[in-house]
């Protein structure tokens, strides 16, 4: 399936049939990011959650909630709290990553300084939990406290992971299923089980969200080295530059001869980096058919949560969440 078969995005057209609550998770969200002794925190906030960015998981827990049937007000709650959450990575992530600007904006710590961007990021997880609370559900608090926790270890362990040549594909998978699909499954995971849907209901949905948050980061990756940066927003080889071990990359050195493992050790692993060394690299990459293979491995993570989200009931938000799973891979098709 290509993107021209879209004639309404998918995720567009969640946020339509998803809007009055997606109002209300906005309207919770700006309530909740107010201080009344530190106006620091929702000016950085406010930058951030206001930036135009799609919502995407926050509206994963609204349609689980919605297609298990759900009629209580502690879906809006949820939505806020995975927000909260994705909101507090990001800041923390532009400190770790040095990094200037975010959806073609400048960065909060750029805008203001590290130690602002770290603490309201910190006051946001706090508010998180304030939220998941309030829903009075044990096994709530506990998918997300889960999520947050595996968040922060696959970050961990990206810092070890990614300027090092041994980082095999399953250190890869470990690190992406942490930092990326860790939420999107805790998202939608959490709608299941607010509506009290059964147990293999409930699998369906962490099954989907964990196999659409693979797919999300391998096409992340993959257009980073091949993408139309006035799409996706990103210089080409912006991974490449900041040395990052990404699934092409891996792909391309575990096929490497000689001299090629010796580029790679220059440009990954010391980061001696030249003029050309880039077009370089993504020679190298389809040489190997690393490219190819990546497109392949992101597909196949497509398939496995449509594969999961076609266990349940007939429902718009069902054909919705499967339109979307093809859409995160018709971007590389």
Same mark, same amino acid.
């Given at each position: 399936?290509?993107?021209?078969?879209?004639?309404?995005? @998918?995720?567009?057209?969640?946020?339509?049939?998803?809007?009055?609550?997606?109002?209300?998770?906005?309207?919770?969200?700006?309530?909740?990011?107010?201080?009344?002794?530190?106006?620091?925190?929702?000016?950085?906030?406010?930058?951030?959650?206001?930036?135009?960015?799609?919502?995407?998981?926050?509206?994963?827990?609204?349609?689980?909630?919605?297609?298990?049937?759900? &009629?209580?007000?502690?879906?809006?709650?949820?939505?806020?709290?995975?927000?909260?959450?994705?909101?507090?990575?990001?800041?923390?992530?532009?400190?770790?990553?040095?990094?200037?600007?975010?959806?073609?904006?400048?960065?909060?710590?750029?805008?203001?300084?590290?130690?602002?961007?770290?603490?309201?990021?910190?006051?946001?997880?706090?508010?998180?939990?304030?939220?998941?609370?309030?829903?009075? &559900?044990?096994?709530?608090?506990?998918?997300?406290?889960?999520?947050?926790?595996?968040?922060?270890?696959?970050?961990?362990?990206?810092?070890?992971?990614?300027?090092?040549?041994?980082?095999?594909?399953?250190?890869?998978?470990?690190?992406?299923?942490?930092?990326?699909?860790?939420?999107?499954?805790?998202?939608?995971?959490?709608?299941?089980?607010?509506?009290?849907?059964?147990?293999?209901?409930?699998?369906?949905?962490?099954?989907?969200?964990?196999?659409?948050?693979?797919?999300?980061?391998?096409?992340?990756?993959?257009?980073?080295?091949?993408?139309?940066?006035?799409?996706?927003?990103?210089?080409?080889?912006?991974?490449?530059?900041?040395?990052?071990?990404?699934? @092409?990359?891996?792909?391309?050195?575990?096929?490497?001869?000689?001299?090629?493992?010796?580029?790679?050790?220059?440009?990954?692993?010391?980061?001696?980096?030249?003029?050309?060394?880039?077009?370089?690299?993504?020679?190298?990459?389809?040489?190997?058919?690393?490219?190819?293979?990546?497109?392949?491995?992101?597909?196949?993570?497509?398939?496995?949560?449509?594969?999961?989200?076609?266990?349940? @009931?007939?429902?718009?938000?069902?054909?919705?969440?499967?339109?979307?799973?093809?859409?995160?891979?018709?971007?590389?098709?």
């Amino acid at each position: 399936m290509s993107l021209d078969e879209f004639t309404v995005k @998918p995720h567009d057209a969640m946020a339509a049939y998803l809007a009055a609550d997606m109002d209300a998770v906005n309207v919770l969200i700006r309530t909740r990011m107010a201080s009344e002794h530190a106006p620091r925190i929702p000016e950085v906030t406010a930058h951030l959650v206001e930036a135009g960015g799609k919502r995407l998981r926050p509206m994963l827990t609204l349609a689980a909630a919605h297609l298990c049937g759900y &009629s209580g007000p502690y879906h809006v709650h949820l939505a806020a709290t995975v927000e909260f959450i994705h909101t507090a990575t990001l800041l923390h992530d532009d400190v770790v990553d040095e990094s200037s600007q975010r959806r073609g904006r400048p960065t909060a710590n750029l805008l203001w300084d590290n130690k602002s961007s770290v603490l309201v990021g910190d006051y946001l997880f706090s508010r998180s939990f304030q939220l998941m609370v309030e829903t009075g &559900s044990l096994r709530v608090l506990d998918i997300l406290a889960n999520a947050s926790a595996t968040i922060a270890e696959g970050e961990v362990l990206q810092l070890s992971a990614s300027q090092d040549l041994a980082t095999s594909e399953a250190i890869y998978l470990q690190v992406v299923r942490g930092k990326t699909a860790a939420l999107f499954s805790a998202a939608t995971e959490v709608g299941g089980v607010i509506a009290g849907a059964d147990e293999a209901h409930v699998k369906a949905l962490f099954d989907y969200g964990d196999a659409l948050g693979v797919a999300f980061q391998i096409v992340d990756d993959l257009l980073d080295m091949q993408g139309d940066p006035n799409a996706t927003g990103k210089n080409v080889g912006d991974d490449f530059r900041e040395r990052k071990l990404t699934l @092409p990359l891996i792909k391309a050195i575990a096929k490497a001869n000689t001299d090629e493992r010796a580029f790679w050790e220059r440009t990954i692993e010391k980061g001696r980096q030249n003029e050309g060394d880039l077009a370089t690299a993504i020679a190298l990459l389809h040489k190997h058919g690393a490219l190819e293979e990546t497109r392949l491995e992101a597909l196949a993570w497509a398939n496995k949560a449509i594969a999961a989200i076609d266990q349940l @009931p007939a429902h718009p938000v069902r054909d919705m969440l499967r339109d979307l799973a093809s859409y995160v891979v018709a971007r590389i098709n």
